[in-house]
Every structure is written in C-alpha cells, then in structure tokens.
C-alpha cells in the first residue's frame, strides 16, 4: 500500500538525530511491548510480513506522530484482535471478558527465547529455476498493491541489474494476507542511483534493493 | 481488504499513555493465560545485555585478522557468522559488505527498521527514524556528511535497501596503526555505525557500542 512507512526519497523529514550511549530500551514499557511482540508470536497466528503490515495500517498521520514503540503498540492490539486471540472491549477494558477462555499453557521463557536462537528462517527449500540471471536487465513492474508489498515505490518502473539470486523465499504479498507463501526467488537488484533520482545523483553511486520475482520484468 | 474503519477503530480505542497502556496490556495476556511474565523478561534480557554489537565487533575482528575467514563471509556469510557463534533471529539470511578505499556501503530499511539484530542488536532510534529511513536512498552523501564523512566523488556509495529478509552487515575498512592489534583489541575499536556503514571505524575514537 502506498503510506507513509513507504519512506525512500521523500523530503521535509529532517536532520537525522543522533543520541550518545543510547540504551536499547528508553523506558521499560518499550522492552515489555517489544518482549509481548515477540512472544505473542509464539502462537503461530500471524507471521513476519503480518505483523510488518499491521504497523503499516496505522493511518498516516499518526504513524508519523507516534515513537517506534508505539507503533508496536498498535501493530500488536490489530494483530491480535484480528487473531481472535484478545477482544477490542478486553483492550479496553484491561480485563479479561466474564467467561473467555483461558489459552493455557502461557508462551513460557523457553519458548520465547527458542524463537531468537532459532530465528525464523524466510528460505524455503523448493527447486525453482531462476527466471533471471546475474548480470541481467531487468524492470521493475509499476504496479501499486493495495494490501502489503516490498516493492518500495522509488523503485517501481526502475531499470536495474541483477546482482546476485539469494534464493528461494515466503512472498511477503501473500504471506501477509494469509494466502499463501508463494515461494519465489529473490534477487538483489542494483539500481543506479541516477536512474532512480536523476542527474542530481553521483554518478557513481547505485541502490541495491531485494526484490521477490514477481515484481520484475525482462528488459 | 479488511475494513478501514474497523482499524481506526482499534488504533483508537487505545488510550494516550503508553507506559500505562503497556502495563494494562501485559496484565491482560498475563490473565489470559497467554504469555508468562518470565518470558517477556527473558527476551527483554537478551536484547539489552547479550545480543548487541559486540556479537558483530567479533566478527569484523576475525575478518581483519584472518584472511580465510573473511573469505568465508563474504562468501558465505550465514555459516562464517555461526562459526562464531551468532545467528537466529533478524540475522536468518546474512550478506556481508566490504567498503574499500573505493566502495562505501550504507544499509537502510526505507519501508520499516529491518536490521541483523542477531550481529548488532537492536537498532538505535535514528535508524528508525524518518529522516534516515527517507533520505538514505536519495542522498547517501548528505547523510554520510551528518555522520561526519565526506566522501570524495570518485568513491563509489553503495546503498542497501533491506527490503527482502537479507540483513547485511558493512565490513568497515581497517584503519592504519593497527597492525600489531590482537582480535580482541580489533573488535574494541568496531563500532556499530561503522557496521551500519554510517562511519569509519577510527582508532583515536573507539570505545562505545556507538
């Protein structure tokens, strides 16, 4: 979808602000609701490109208003009222409903820690032909998805080349909306950065991005 | 599509602090008997003193200090990383970036904060940001002039867009003067924005994470 997560080469969003000896968590509710995001997840009722994209449908001006965190505040309550798992009026609320069902056994420390070490891997071990190949031409397709994509839009109807095939992955665009994983491979695509933004750029310079087969063309 | 109106709706519903919303919200899956506080204080703890940038401190220093390892995650990142221990989580699919005296690689995420949190943790606050996320792509050099490094013109800047589940991780060059340092020494002198290819790593000011 076209929001403003969607943020490659906008302007008027300012100086990058750096802070000394940062910690990871500025207060402790960002680790909580941080730790929640991953843990819930341990529930298996939503995946990665979901969980991406229900911070995407925070509508735009408040996604530019709100902390990183608070957008995982957000993304969180959609997931998981969507799921079934929690109700709006428990939110609410803060209690759980007279009678719902309790969903025993909790997500307990082994399990949460389990999904770190072992992470999530996103390859899928199918056998399919590469339909490009290192070194090729290719164009991206200009197509404006309404649900969730990675084609990010600075780079749709781009001419670029094929750096390298990092393999077979879940297609976020499916994946996101329960539809499927359509594995496909995934190619790093180099982009010269005055393709993308004119002559103002380095001529030098180039953009690598990550783009699923299904977003390109032979040209 | 789902219904418009059914998420504002829930974005909302939500009330305005969110120390006290998180607090209320923990209660709940807690009460449903759906997470166990242990667990949240497991992950918690991982991130803020395990899994940082010292993990990728490491690996930088390896690869200065043996060649045969450098090849190696460069070729293979994935199991170079694992030798030493690292992987899982936001670090799944690795990709390894040299800079050289004549390439220069920066690494964004335009379209939300993804980042190889299994080599480097979790991201600061201005890798998240709008202003980075926005102006990386378009304008490397001005973002690099922020961060204090002027690139010449015959530098080549290559930006990495993590759009896909590939996390990349910058193989920053090895300053001079540090020839007779030990992997241990090395890895103190790598600093998580030169990882990010946002500086250089230097040896008059190594010391933070940062």
Redesign the interface.
Known sequence: MNSV???????G??????????P??H???E??????N???GA?RKWN?DAS?HS?E???PA?Y?RM????KW??G???LM??AG??R?D???S???AVG?A????????E???A?????????RNVDLPARFKIGQRVRTRNVHA??HT???R??RGRFGNIN?D??V??FPDTNAHFLGEHPQH?Y?VCFA?RE??GAQ??E?????????DEYLEPA | MSDTRQHEHDHQAVPSDPALRVKALESLLVEKGLVDRAALDALVDAYENKIGPRNGARVVARAWSDPAYKQRLLSNADAAIAEMGYGGFQGEHMVVVENSAKVHNLVVCTLCSCYPWAVLGLPPVWYKSAPYRSRAVIDPRGVLREFGLELPVDVEVRVWDSTAEVRYLVLPERPAGTERMNEEALAALVTRDAMVGARKVSVSKAGSAG
């Open positions: 997560h969607d943020m490659g080469g906008m302007h969003m300012g100086l990058i602000v750096e802070e000394k000896n940062e990871v968590f207060e402790g509710w680790g909580r609701i941080f730790a929640m991953l843990a819930m529930w990665l991406r911070r449908l925070i509508p408040e530019l902390s990183y965190y608070e505040i957000a969180l309550i959609e009222v969507k798992l929690v709006g428990e939110i609410e803060g209690t759980p719902s309790k969903a025993i056994p909790a997500v307990n420390p399990q949460a820690l999904r770190i070490t072992t992470g999530l891997p996103a390859k309404l649900g990675r084609l990010p600075y780079a390298r990092h393999g992955f879940v995934v790093s950065a993308l933004w750029a380095a030098k310079d180039s953009v690598y991005v990550d783009l699923w």
